[in-house]
């Protein structure tokens, strides 16, 4: 498909271990986004990708959350020494860049620490 | 802070009815976008709504966005089942970085 994919769809994993979680943006999109969405809530955003220029990371909760964004295309986002409060569904998504331009979600990737 | 206030936070109404939703952000947005996300999915853009004034219609589903750019609405006539899911605006924010509400969430039961 044309979409922007996710994977996983579903993690599992205990208090203190690390996750990599991968977003596959809709090819020749530049701009790219990380939202995290907790149960019933609307969207946190996290991180902004947008071509070449350095990210805009001021929506990052902590400094256990990274994000890399290799060749402009494919991105990783990196929680460390995970907690249960960073359960939640983390949600990719990607646009054109362009001034109005919509942005196309992937289904995201559900995050459940034990 | 939260830079775009959305209410309703919950909207629950009977097939039928008429509803409308708000979106009051903290500052002034060059434009807003209202999204549609259904369980188990992402948001899914319904409409972007750009000059003061503007009114948009997208079947039983009507945007306004005000004057001065500093509120807008989403109003459903007739509601259907169908229209159930989380209703999202979000604005534009330093360039391309869009900033989301925390939605209002609809159910529209049969």
């Known amino acids: 498909g044309a979409g922007v994919s996710q994977s996983p769809s579903n993690k599992v994993t205990e208090k203190g271990k690390d996750v990599e979680l991968r977003c596959d943006p809709i090819?020749?999109?530049?701009?790219l986004y990380w939202y995290r969405q907790s149960l019933g809530q609307g969207l946190e955003f996290l991180i902004y990708?947008?071509?070449?220029?350095?990210?805009?990371k001021s929506g990052l909760p902590s400094d256990r959350f990274s994000a890399e964004r290799t060749g402009g295309s494919v991105s990783t986002l990196t929680i460390q020494r995970t907690q249960q409060e960073d359960s939640a569904v983390y949600l990719c998504?990607?646009?054109?860049?362009?001034?109005?331009?919509?942005?196309?979600f992937g289904p995201g990737t559900r995050l459940t620490v034990l | 802070t939260q830079l775009l206030e959305q209410s309703p936070q919950f909207l629950s109404i009977q097939e039928g009815e008429n509803l409308t939703v708000y979106c009051n952000p903290s500052s002034v947005f060059s434009s807003l976008q209202w999204y549609r996300q259904e369980p188990g999915e992402g948001p899914v853009l319904l409409v972007t709504v750009v000059t003061g004034g503007e009114v948009k219609k997208l079947k039983r589903l009507t945007f306004q966005f005000g004057d001065a750019r500093k509120d807008s609405s989403l109003h459903i006539t007739a509601a259907q089942p169908g229209d159930t899911g989380l209703y999202l605006c979000a604005g534009r924010y330093n360039n391309n970085d869009m900033r989301f509400g925390a939605g209002t969430r609809l159910t529209v039961k049969p």
């Open positions: 990708f947008q071509g070449n220029s350095a990210p805009d």
């Open positions: 090819s020749g999109h530049t701009a």
């Open positions: 998504a990607s646009s054109l860049g362009l001034v109005y331009n919509e942005q196309f």
